[in-house]
């Protein structure tokens, strides 16, 4: 294993699997040359925001019909923009149903509850640390 560049790998991978945070340096990670560069027959797999992806640059390449697409998060897209990227065959539009089961509703319910109690008691629980 080595190091590379986000370039290089992106022009050399057969599958590339996208696990990041949306930050202001992280917002269109994948712009309109790193799409463009993405090797011919790769699958793209977006398991974060998709204001990670320039979305209109990434219309233009699953045009080509060269790269598979899956994209997680798209509950949060405009119902517009989600029915464009639908009508290709190339990108598949994850729902997100991981959060819908009854077992999983009541996790998040007793999560909040977990999290109001230890905030009041003074010990907060699931804190969110940003890093500047």
Known sequence: MRYAE???LLGGCDLISIHAPLTA???HLLNADRIANIKPGA????LSPTE????????VRLDHR???????HTDELAPERRTSLARYENCVLYPAIA???????HA???MLLQNIEGFLAGCPINQVVVHA
């Open 43 to 46: 699958v793209l797999v977006l």
């Open 108 to 110: 998040k319910r007793a």
């Open 6 to 8: 986000i370039d290089e």
């Open 52 to 59: 990670l992806v320039d979305l209109d640059a990434l219309e």
């Open 66 to 72: 060269d790269l598979t697409v899956i994209l997680d």
């Open 25 to 27: 340096t992280t917002q």
């Open 99 to 105: 959060c819908t089961t009854q077992e999983a509703r």
